[in-house]
C-alpha cells in the first residue's frame, strides 16, 4: 500500500469532521433527528404531516453551504470521472440501498458510529467493503 | 424554529464536507482505492465528526424531549438483518462506482456541478423504487407516518 502524500489533508479533513460532527449534534440535540441525508431525503418522498419543514430546511442548507463558502474562499474544485451511464446506475444503486439499508455514510457512518450501534458498525463495514472491492474492480482489473 | 436550527445544521454540515474534501467524488474515490495510491482523509473526517457525535448523542440519550421540545428520535433498530447487509451492498457498490454519496451529491449540486444533477436524480429514482416496492409489499405500513 502507497500512501498519497500530495492528496492526503489529515488537518482540512479532520477540521471539516468537526464540523460535520457539529452538524449532527445540533440535529440531535434541537431537533431530536439523526443527520442522515439518505433518510432526510427519503422522508420527504413519503412525506407526513408536520414533518416536511425541518427535512426541506435540511437540504436548502447542504445546497446552500457552497454559495456561503464562496463569500470567503474560491469555488471548491470538483473532480467528477464518471460517464452519465455510470452516474445513472450508482444513483440508482446509492438510491435503492440506502433506503434498504436505512442509511448512508452519515447516518451510519457518523451518527450510528456515535452512539455506539452495532447494526450501524456493521453497515459502514459493509458498504466501505463494497467500495473498497467496486473501486478495485473498476480500477485495476477493468484499467478504467 | 426547528426548520431554523435545521437549515443551519445542514449549511454547517455542508461546509464541513467542504473543508473536509469529501464534496469531491475523486478525494472520495482516492480513499477507496486501496490498491492504488491511497488517500486516508476520510478516516479523519470520521474520527473527527464521531469524537464530536459521541458526546452529543451520549447527552441526546438522556433526554426524553430536544432542545426544542421535539421528542428524540433516535433509530430503535438494533439487529443486523438481511436488508441491513443487502442495502449497505447496493450502496456501497454505488459508492465505489461514482465516489459520491448522498450528503456529497446535495452539495455538489449547490456547486453546480452538472454531473450531480445526473446523480442526484438517478438517487432519487432508487429511493423512488424502494418506497413503490415497500408501498406494495406492506400497504398497512405507509398508512402509519413513519
Known amino acids: 500500500m502507497t500512501i498519497a502524500w500530495t492528496s492526503f489533508t489529515p488537518w482540512l479533513s479532520l477540521a471539516g469532521g468537526l464540523l460535520i460532527g457539529v452538524a449532527a449534534a445540533m440535529l440531535i440535540l434541537f431537533n431530536g433527528r439523526i443527520a442522515g441525508i439518505s433518510g432526510i431525503v427519503g422522508g420527504l418522498l413519503r412525506p407526513a404531516r408536520g414533518d416536511v419543514d425541518w427535512r426541506l430546511a435540511f437540504v436548502v442548507g447542504l445546497l446552500a453551504a457552497p454559495l456561503a463558502w464562496r463569500a470567503f474562499a474560491a469555488a471548491p474544485a470538483l473532480h467528477v470521472a464518471a460517464s452519465t451511464p455510470v452516474l445513472v446506475a450508482a444513483g440508482l444503486l446509492v438510491g435503492l440501498g440506502t433506503r434498504l439499508g436505512s442509511g448512508c455514510t452519515c447516518g451510519h457512518g457518523v451518527c450510528g458510529m456515535s452512539r455506539g450501534a452495532l447494526r450501524s458498525v456493521a453497515a459502514t463495514a459493509t458498504f466501505m467493503a463494497a467500495g473498497f472491492a467496486v473501486v478495485f474492480v473498476v480500477r485495476h482489473l477493468l484499467g478504467g | ?146
Open chain 2, 1 to 146: 424554529m426547528r426548520a431554523v436550527t435545521a437549515f443551519i445544521a445542514g449549511l454547517v454540515f455542508g461546509l464541513g464536507l467542504l473543508l473536509s474534501g469529501m464534496a469531491d467524488p475523486a478525494k472520495v474515490l482516492g480513499f477507496l482505492d486501496l490498491a492504488g495510491a491511497w488517500d486516508p482523509s476520510l478516516m479523519f473526517v470520521m474520527g473527527g465528526a464521531v469524537g464530536v457525535g459521541a458526546v452529543a448523542f451520549a447527552a441526546a440519550r438522556r433526554r426524553t424531549r430536544s432542545l426544542l421540545g421535539e421528542p428524540m428520535q433516535l433509530p430503535a433498530k438494533t439487529g443486523i438483518d438481511r436488508r441491513l447487509v443487502a442495502g449497505a451492498l447496493l450502496f456501497g457498490a454505488g459508492w465505489g462506482l461514482a465516489g459520491f454519496c448522498p450528503g456529497p451529491a446535495i452539495v455538489a449540486l449547490g456547486v453546480g456541478e452538472s454531473k450531480a444533477v445526473v446523480f442526484v436524480l438517478a438517487m432519487l429514482a432508487g429511493m423512488g423504487v424502494f418506497e413503490f416496492v415497500e408501498r406494495r409489499r406492506r400497504p398497512a405500513r405507509t398508512a402509519a407516518a413513519h
